[in-house]
């Protein structure tokens, strides 16, 4: 666990930190975790659904055959502090901070700080059939707006990288079959 202290450090995100990452960096990069996989196995209260109807938003689960794909942002000494305190505040439906190694594209190696809804959180749905997954998503919406958006976003953001994921592709094309 990272605690904040005052030396730049790298923020990876896997899902809306890589298209909405909405703090000041001074570097970013693609980049990618090694043996971690994105799901979308979180529920979401607070974003992209309700208490009482969650959407589904990523995770990353350990799988040491893959590889999860995302940005690395490097956040400044001076404002490490209230920039974590602003993403634990958006990340409180079940994320926790854990310190992870960084591949960036150009081939540094750098210690991260990443975002993991763990299993069994408050909050967590776990594994479902895609066809499952894929309609609870097609009709969830939260104070962020449509969990739809979220995905869709998402398959954008990983095409745009290069970052092929085929949960997140699978998912996005059997929702565009439910919304048309
Ligand atoms: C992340 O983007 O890194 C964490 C999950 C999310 O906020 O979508």
Same mark, same amino acid.
């Given at each position: ?12 995100g896997? =899902?809306s930190l890589i298209w909405r990452p #909405?703090? !000041? ?9 090694? +043996?971690? $996989? ?8 607070? !974003?992209? &659904?309700?208490?009482? *109807?969650?959407?589904? /938003? ?5 799988? *040491?055959?893959?590889?999860? &794909? &995302? %940005?690395?942002?490097?956040? @400044?000494?001076?404002? %490490? ?6 993403? #634990? !505040?958006? @990340? $409180? ?5 854990? #310190? /992870? @190694?960084?591949?960036?594209? #150009?081939?540094?190696?750098?210690? =991260? ?9 408050? *909050?967590?749905? &776990?594994? *479902?059939?895609? @066809? ?9 919406? =939260? ?10 976003k998402l398959?954008a953001a990983?095409? $745009?990288? +290069?970052?092929?994921?085929? !949960? ?6 059997? /929702?565009?079959?439910?919304? +048309?």
């Open positions: 666990m990272n605690d904040s202290n005052a030396l730049p450090t790298w923020v990876f896997y =899902g #909405d703090f !000041h960096f001074i570097e970013s990069s693609p980049a990618t975790v090694s +043996g971690w $996989k994105r799901r979308f196995w979180q529920g979401s209260h607070d !974003h992209r &659904g309700t208490p009482d *109807a969650p959407g589904r /938003v990523v995770t990353m689960i350990q799988s *040491a055959d893959d590889t999860c &794909g &995302g %940005v690395a942002y490097l956040i @400044e000494a001076d404002v %490490v502090r209230t920039t974590f305190e602003t993403l #634990d !505040h958006r @990340e $409180k439906n079940g994320y926790q901070r854990y #310190d /992870v @190694e960084l591949n960036l594209m #150009d081939g540094r190696l750098q210690q =991260g700080v990443v975002y993991i809804a763990p299993i069994n959180n408050f *909050a967590w749905l &776990g594994e *479902a059939p895609l @066809e499952t997954i894929a309609a609870q998503i097609a009709s969830s919406i =939260g104070p962020s707006g449509a969990n739809t958006e979220y995905l869709f398959e990983l095409q $745009k990288l +290069g970052f092929a994921d085929s !949960h997140v592709s699978e998912l996005a094309r059997q /929702v565009r079959q439910i919304v +048309g």
